[in-house]
């Protein structure tokens, strides 16, 4: 595989990473991404990310179903902020809507519920 465009993970060894609807062009969410998350992503065409508050890797969707298909990996001008262009199933935020954006500043919720995040996420 060409290793392509040398981003640049700081450091903290984290870029943010948008994902978008491929279709729509709707901003679906934006998580951080570790060398290792970049290179599973590639590998295997779903969307990896890196989270924080749990230090450890994930995949998009493996608990939840709502996996990314990723089409499409970008890179910003500077090299430090990834876009993946995404297939997404079901929802892409944990709140069960269809995108994390789903409020106004002011606290208007414009965004369309998807899924219940109880029935999927319970323990």
């Not at 298909?69 to 262009?85: E, F, G, P």
């Amino acid at each position: 595989m060409d290793d392509g465009i040398a981003i640049d993970f700081g450091e903290n060894g984290l870029v943010p990473a948008v994902a978008q609807d491929a279709e729509t062009g709707e901003v679906l969410m934006l998580a951080y991404v570790s060398p290792e998350a970049l290179e599973r992503t590639r590998e295997t065409g779903r969307a990896h990310y890196y989270s924080r508050s749990r230090d450890e890797l994930w995949e998009k969707g493996k608990t939840s179903g709502h996996v990314q298909a990723v089409r499409d990996i970008r890179v910003d001008c500077d090299a430090d902020t990834l876009l993946y262009v995404v297939d997404q199933e079901g929802g892409a935020c944990h709140t069960g809507h269809r995108s994390c954006f789903y409020r106004t500043v002011e606290g208007e919720n414009v965004g369309e519920r998807v899924f219940d995040p109880e029935a999927v996420y319970e323990e």
